[in-house]
């Protein structure tokens, strides 16, 4: 179990910092451009908004991989990234959902929140077997 969860870590982290990354780099129009139809939603968000989103995300995929790379007593950090996950994927869904967005726009969101839950839940389990020692 803490094999697949590290690499669910490993693999969520790369892809929050791969998205907030670009979010962070590039303005509205841009990423609209380079989108090609699957980032149309910026439409919907203010610039401030979008660089918020993206610095969001980027904390996240820190927050997934950092504490356990660097062996310190901050694992808790590790299930409250994966919550944050599950909390901004919910806010993407509902941006998607009111855009009438496709099942496939909507999916991906699902996804990372699934994924975030197996990280969430193997930790948690994790920290209540060494607290009950």
Same mark, same amino acid.
């Given at each position: 179990? #803490?094999?697949?969860?590290?690499?669910?870590?490993?693999?969520?982290?790369?892809? =929050?910092?791969?998205?907030? &990354?670009? @979010?962070?780099?590039?303005? @509205? #129009?841009?990423? $609209?451009? $380079? &989108?090609? %139809? *699957? =980032? !149309?939603?910026? !439409?919907?968000?203010?610039?401030?908004?979008?660089?918020?989103?993206?610095?969001? #995300?980027?904390?996240? %995929?820190? &927050?997934?991989?950092?504490?356990?790379?660097?062996?310190? !007593?901050?694992?808790?950090?590790?299930?409250?990234?994966?919550?944050?996950?599950?909390?901004?994927?919910? &806010?993407?869904?509902?941006?998607?959902? @009111? *855009? @009438?967005?496709?099942?496939?726009?909507? =999916?991906?969101?699902?996804?990372?929140?699934?994924?975030?839950?197996?990280?969430?839940?193997?930790?948690?389990?994790?920290?209540?077997?060494?607290?009950?020692?």
């Amino acid at each position: 179990m #803490e094999i697949m969860v590290f690499v669910c870590q490993v693999i969520l982290s790369i892809m =929050m910092l791969v998205f907030g &990354g670009v @979010k962070l780099a590039y303005n @509205k #129009e841009q990423l $609209k451009a $380079k &989108g090609d %139809g *699957r =980032m !149309d939603y910026v !439409d919907d968000l203010s610039q401030m908004n979008i660089k918020l989103i993206g610095l969001t #995300e980027m904390l996240i %995929g820190l &927050g997934l991989i950092l504490p356990q790379l660097i062996c310190t !007593d901050l694992d808790y950090l590790i299930p409250l990234a994966a919550l944050g996950t599950v909390i901004t994927m919910i &806010g993407a869904v509902i941006i998607h959902i @009111k *855009r @009438k967005d496709d099942l496939q726009a909507i =999916m991906i969101n699902i996804i990372i929140m699934l994924i975030a839950a197996v990280i969430l839940y193997g930790k948690i389990s994790n920290l209540s077997t060494i607290i009950s020692c």
